[in-house]
């Protein structure tokens, strides 16, 4: 419900940043502390929550669950996959709903 109400009852008692979940601000709180409890077992690399980790994993793993779908060019992050469609020349990823205007 707190999706719909915009509700974040749980602040960070350093900075302040609000959280709509406790577990939100848990692992948000050790930007603060520097711990990073959650160790890839390949490298040794340690991270703040279990999500980056998981992403982290698909290096070693060659997982790539991102694919676009001009070229086939697969990666690792939808944020990578977002930079690249920028590459692709004459494509407009922005297009007006009112009028005909598109853009990068």
Known sequence: MRTHTGERPYTCEVCGEAFKFHGNLKT????????KPYKCEVCGQSFK???FLKTHTRIHTGERLYKCELCGKAFITSGDLKRHMKLHPGERQYNCAACSFACK
């Open 28 to 35: 948000h709180r050790r930007i603060h502390t520097g711990e």
């Open 49 to 51: 929550s279990s999500g």
